[in-house]
């Protein structure tokens, strides 16, 4: 079993950059992507950026590239998501997770593709 814990979360002004922590524990991560989702009010929960367990991959879907920056340091065990150019609309409660097979597009896209989520912190982005 993998635990995931998100920290970071607040409230920011619009402009502003956020980064947001998951710290990965239990059944070594290494075997699985962690990826983030965020849910926005009234909206699906959707995934935003994704790292795969090998050094260097990382995935972001072409609507979320320009302002989200994932990272994974596999020796703390923390996968970092950065925010940058803050709008309202990112206002959200932003979920780790992790999947396997560790397959971005998978976590990222599929209904089986996570295995393991976190509770959720809550991002809110004033004008």
């Known amino acids: 079993e993998v635990q995931l814990v998100e920290s970071g979360g607040g409230l920011v002004q619009a402009g502003g950059s956020l980064t947001l922590s998951c710290a990965v524990s239990g059944h070594t991560g290494e075997d699985y992507a962690i990826a983030w989702f965020r849910q926005a009010p009234g909206k699906e929960r959707a995934g935003i950026a994704c790292?795969?367990?090998?050094?260097?991959?990382?995935y972001i879907p072409d609507s979320q590239e320009g302002r989200i920056t994932i990272s994974r340091d596999d020796a703390s065990n923390t996968v970092y998501l950065q925010i940058e150019s803050l709008r309202p609309e990112d206002t959200a409660v932003y979920y780790c997770?992790?999947?396997?097979?560790?397959?971005?597009?998978?976590?990222?896209?599929?209904?089986?593709?996570?295995?393991?989520w976190g509770k959720g912190t809550q991002v809110t982005v004033s004008s």
């Open positions: 997770a992790a999947g396997r097979p560790a397959v971005c597009i998978v976590v990222l896209t599929s209904e089986y593709g996570v295995n393991y």
């Open positions: 790292a795969a367990p090998w050094r260097g991959r990382t």
